[in-house]
């Protein structure tokens, strides 16, 4: 678990208990790359429940400094606005997760159940939870509002194909944090081959999503 002015360890994918303490401003840095490339990624990112969860514990630390400062006192208001910042962040960060995973639930389930063992799970408890109970409630509304009134042969629908996929060709604006070398690139038209390029360290680039997705995954990029 990521920790705030060192009270606790980051966790890797599979558990193992690597450690990486955070300060305050770092967490909120997570936060907001958290934020940004889900804001501007097609498809629904891996889930980051240890970042919400110490987020969560520094608001609540924050608003505890609050009650004990001085009114009056200029810095009441500007930690206060910092506070408020905050909690917007965190709370446009969930909605737009949740926006995706109503967009694109039966996807989204299916590549959960699909995961190797030791991968990082998109969906958290909560999220995964409300993913199924929504599948239940879409398959239970279409059968009762439609598919019982159609013939047998037409009263079952495949979510999967009827539910569009994320459009992982769409173009992304990104800057590079991490200098990366041999990118390969599909080519835009038939007659061009496929090429490799170099992004440098703290350049913007216009890019095919599908191509740069794993250096969204590992933090390389970060989408703006």
Same mark, same amino acid.
């Given at each position: 678990?990521a920790a705030?002015? $060192?009270?606790?360890?980051e ?5 193992? $208990? *690597?450690?990486l303490e955070?300060t305050? %401003? ?5 936060? !907001?790359q ?6 501007? %990624? ?11 969860e ?5 608001l609540?630390?924050? *608003? %505890?400094?609050? #009650?004990?400062a001085?009114?009056g006192?200029?810095k ?5 606005? *910092?506070?408020?910042r ?15 995973i109503?967009?694109?639930f039966p996807h989204?389930? *299916? ?6 063992? $030791?991968e ?7 999220e995964? %939870? ?9 398959? @239970? ?6 598919? #019982? ?5 037409? /009263?079952k629908?495949?979510?999967?194909k009827s539910?569009?996929k ?5 173009f ?6 991490e200098? /990366?070398?041999n990118?390969?690139? !599909?080519?835009?038209?038939d007659? /061009?081959?496929?090429? @490799?390029?170099?992004?440098e360290e703290?350049?913007?680039h ?8 794993p250096?969204? =995954?590992?933090g =390389?990029? /970060?989408?703006?």
């Open positions: 678990m705030a002015g $060192g009270e606790g360890p966790r890797d994918s599979d558990g193992a $208990g *690597e450690e955070l305050p %401003a770092q967490l909120i840095r997570s936060l !907001e958290a934020w940004l490339n889900e804001k501007f %990624a097609p498809e629904l990112l891996e889930s980051k429940p240890e970042i919400i110490c987020v969560v514990e520094q609540d630390h924050m *608003e %505890a400094n609050l #009650k004990r001085k009114g006192d200029l009441v208001s500007v930690h206060r606005m *910092e506070i408020e905050i909690r917007y962040v965190l709370s446009s960060y969930l909605r737009c997760r949740l926006v995706k109503e967009k694109f989204v389930l *299916e590549k959960e159940k699909s995961r190797a063992e $030791g990082p799970s998109i969906l958290s408890p909560e995964f %939870a409300f993913a199924k109970e929504y599948m239940a409630n879409t398959e @239970t509304y279409l059968k009762n509002v439609g598919l #019982k009134h159609m013939p047998p042969n037409l /009263q629908v495949s979510l999967l539910v569009p994320p459009n992982l060709d769409s992304v604006f990104l800057r590079v944090l200098r /990366q070398e990118i390969l690139v !599909e080519p835009e038209f007659e /061009q081959r496929d090429y @490799t390029i170099d992004l703290g350049s913007q216009l890019i095919r999503y599908k191509v740069v997705a250096l969204v =995954a590992s =390389a990029v /970060q989408l703006i």
